[in-house]
T-cell receptor, first 117, second 111 residues
Framework: GAVVSQHPSWVICKSGTSVKIECRSL??????MFWYRQFPKQSLMLMAT?????????EQGVEKDKFLINHASLTLSTLTVTSAHPEDSSFYIC?????????????FGPGTRLTVL | EDKVVQSPLSLVVHEGDTVTLNCSYE??????LLWYKQEKKAPTFLFML????IEKKSGRLSSILDKKELFSILNITATQTGDSAVYLC???????????FGQGTILTVHP
């Protein structure tokens, strides 16, 4: 149980294009999902908190117009990297808290590796 | 600002060795400390600790929390090459679901 999937797992795009990454909780509902970014040999950095039915909350320094987050349902959140540039190349991971969960244990997706040429 | 510091940052051992990973923290409001193992992809959950002095065990892994001294340790006995990974220490505070991450400890186990 408690499986989170991400799609795609790996994407290469040209500079200036937009890329959408999906995060799905497969066997549970999640009112809250989180988006993280991870650079090589570094820990995860929280980008934003995605709440179903409301606007995402972005961490300081994260451009909300560049990283568009939509939490359309209790099982799906999407992150769209708009007008991607090479510096956006990174590993993006989402996590989800089960509905009714205490907020501590999160289940992580497998991540999406984005490479912007 | 909440802070989580892990040590060592990297560790190389041989199969069969026992390792101890450390995590110290300074947080405004503590709810829980979590240990995750990250291999190539998603971090996988190991332990959640909320109370001092109670050891949690899972096979060769164990962990304990000291809320007075503000640290936790993760022990791995009889290490195997499959234990090679990044071990992340996270703190859950009062802000629902938001976790503060440590830098991680890179463990490499050689045959």
């Amino acid at each position: 149980g408690a499986v989170v999937s991400q799609h795609p797992s790996w994407v290469i795009c040209k500079s200036g294009t937009s890329v959408k990454i999906e995060c799905r909780s497969l066997d549970f509902q999640a009112t809250t999902m989180f988006w993280y970014r991870q650079f090589p040999k570094q820990s995860l950095m929280l980008m934003a908190t995605s709440n179903e039915g409301s606007k995402a909350t972005y961490e300081q320094g994260v451009e909300k117009d560049k990283f568009l987050i939509n939490h359309a349902s209790l099982t799906l959140s999407t992150l769209t990297v708009t007008s991607a540039h090479p510096e956006d190349s990174s590993f993006y991971i989402c996590s989800a808290i089960p509905l009714g969960g205490g907020g501590n244990e999160q289940f992580f997706g497998p991540g999406t590796r984005l490479t912007v040429l | 600002e909440d802070k989580v510091v892990q040590s060592p940052l990297s560790l190389v051992v041989h199969e069969g060795d026992t390792v101890t990973l450390n995590c110290s923290y300074e947080v405004t409001n503590f709810r829980s400390l979590l240990w995750y193992k990250q291999e190539k992809k998603a971090p996988t959950f190991l332990f959640m600790l909320t109370s001092s002095g109670i050891e949690k065990k899972s096979g060769r892994l164990s962990s304990i929390l000291d809320k007075k001294e503000l640290f936790s340790i993760l022990n791995i006995t009889a290490t195997q090459t499959g234990d090679s990974a990044v071990y992340l220490c996270l703190i859950g505070g009062t802000s629902y679901g938001k976790l503060t991450f440590g830098q991680g400890t890179i463990l490499t186990v050689h045959p």
